[in-house]
């Protein structure tokens, strides 16, 4: 079945980097997401990758994908508290209805 | 630009109470989505819908209805709430496109939620 698998917390100390992992199970997904959640406010999406794709980077972001172990993670350098935050991975299923499985969501804490 | 907007913010129900909540986008976009996030759960689909007059059901659609009668709104309700409904709702929008390797099809864009507590 669809499932996405996020550890619950991580914390790491202001500068440090950060790296947030992801497991997902269905392998026919095409594009995988990260968002981003801050206290109170909706999901913003905060970066993604295609399947065909090892690697993306985005100024402080590192996204790495490993097809044959179902394994995605998010490195962000140089973290700052600003990034206290719950990172959510999800996954879109081409299925007609564009739905997304997203994982249970990584509560990042952000030591000063 | 208001993009997606849920109302309202915060809600107190008692058991057995009725309720509707409201999304509405201004993005144009086919899709709209009903997810309620739950501690140690994260998201999970109640309701979608892929265009004007149609609805479908998601991952827990149980005690909640939807209808979509103009593209840019998307109403959640809720009969006769119960506890297990305590939750934040959120509300989301996506256009399918037609996507490439840049950019992905169907990014999904979310309200700032709806908390709602049954007593």
């Known amino acids: 079945g669809e499932d996405v698998e996020q550890s619950l917390f991580l914390s790491v100390r202001e500068g440090d980097s950060s790296v947030i992992n992801c497991t997902y199970t269905d392998s026919s997904s095409t594009y995988l997401y990260w968002y981003k959640q801050e206290p109170g406010a909706g999901l913003q999406l905060l970066t993604y990758i295609f399947s065909n794709m090892d690697m993306k980077q985005d100024q402080r972001l590192t996204v790495l994908l490993n097809k044959k172990d179902k394994h995605l993670s998010l490195r962000i350098a140089d973290t700052q508290t600003g990034d206290s935050a719950i990172y959510f991975c999800?996954?879109?299923?081409?299925?007609?209805?564009?739905?997304?499985?997203f994982g249970t969501g990584t509560r990042l804490k952000v030591l000063a | 630009n208001a993009g997606v907007t849920q109302t309202p913010k915060f809600r107190v129900l008692k058991t057995g109470q009725s309720m509707t909540l409201l999304c509405a986008q201004d993005m144009n976009h086919e899709y709209m989505y009903w997810y309620r996030q739950d501690p140690g759960m994260g998201l999970r689909l109640i309701h979608y819908s892929v265009g004007e007059g149609t609805t479908a059901k998601g991952e827990v659609p149980d005690g909640y209805n939807v209808s979509r009668l103009k593209k840019q709104n998307f109403l959640l309700g809720l009969e006769s709430a119960a506890p297990s409904q305590t939750s934040v709702y959120f509300c989301a929008s996506s256009y399918p496109g037609s996507g490439s390797d840049v950019t992905p099809k169907n990014i999904q864009y979310f309200g700032a939620g709806t908390r709602l507590s049954v007593l």
């Open positions: 999800a996954e879109s299923i081409i299925s007609g209805t564009y739905k997304y499985i």
